[in-house]
């Protein structure tokens, strides 16, 4: 596992990274935002950001921070050497999908390539950061990372709490996946999306999701089982012997 830290250099010919960082955290349990949550004695939004400063495709990474916690994000990336051009913090939004358009809208004209990825996925490793970049170089508009699933899924009706819930169909599991970020794409595609899906009311639960209810397409490229993103206590938990796992093998 790459460990190697590097500055991040902000010019366009790199990929520029949205951190979406301003949720709240309520299924983690009552406490700080998630972001400002510790890992490791480490807030996970540094874990995040510091694993895309371990790619050499990414070049500047804007924050979105908790809309009243701008100064304290600031502050924080600063404390732990994130500080410079090359990050910036801005304030997110009421959700995920107007943190995102908040901080695209932070992302100097010239640069193309745009990742967007979860503060709530620290781990996630290097090798996919660049898988996701350089797929979009190669020319795919809208880039996934995605791992094959190990239980199956089904189809329910949703019923009232307590009340079980029919099962409606049962998808063939080898074809389905489940999704993590960094998700990367064309600047310009995320944009319009975006901007479109403002005008429409339209929310969905991920960017590649916003690309594809407009009509485009997306590729999905390996991700890693140590992308998954800290959402329930437990998560926190399994993360912790990661971060352990990589402090005792790789010097991490
Ligand atoms: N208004 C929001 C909501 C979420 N996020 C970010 O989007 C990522 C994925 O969202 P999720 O895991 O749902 O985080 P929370 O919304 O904080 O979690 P919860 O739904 O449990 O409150 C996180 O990095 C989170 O900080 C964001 O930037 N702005
Ligand atoms: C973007 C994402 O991480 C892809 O799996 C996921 O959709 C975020 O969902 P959340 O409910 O906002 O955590």
Do not use: W
Not at 43 to 52: F, I, N, Q, S, T
Not at 172 to 200: C, I, M, N, W, Y
């Amino acid at each position: 596992m790459a460990t190697e830290e590097r500055n991040l250099n902000a010019t366009a010919q790199l990929a520029a990274a949205v951190v979406p960082a301003a949720g709240r955290g309520e299924r983690l349990g009552p406490g700080a935002p998630k972001a400002l949550r510790e890992l490791g004695g480490v807030p996970l939004l540094v874990h995040a950001v510091r694993a895309l400063a371990r790619s050499r495709a990414v070049g500047l990474v804007v924050v979105c921070a908790p809309p009243d916690g701008v100064a304290e994000v600031v502050g924080l990336l600063d404390s732990h050497g994130l500080e410079g051009d090359d990050v910036r913090v801005v304030a997110g939004g009421a959700t995920r999908q107007e943190s995102v358009r908040l901080g695209l809208a932070a992302i100097p004209a010239d640069i193309r390539v745009v990742l967007v990825h979860d503060a709530a996925r620290p781990l996630v490793p290097v090798e996919v950061v660049d898988a996701v970049a350089a797929a979009v170089r190669s020319g795919h508009p809208a880039v996934v990372p995605a791992v094959p699933l190990a239980d199956t899924v089904k189809r329910v009706e949703p019923q009232p709490a307590g009340a079980p819930e029919p099962v409606l169909d049962t998808p063939d599991r080898s074809t389905l996946r489940a999704v993590q970020t960094p998700q990367g794409f064309d600047r310009a595609a995320l944009h319009e999306v975006h901007l479109k899906a403002l005008t429409e009311e339209t929310s969905v639960t991920d960017d590649a999701g916003l690309i594809e209810h407009f009509g485009g397409r997306v590729v999905v490229v390996p991700g890693h089982e140590e992308a998954f993103k800290v959402t329930r206590p437990l998560d926190l938990v399994l993360a912790e012997a990661v971060l352990a796992r990589r402090r005792a093998t790789d010097g991490y």
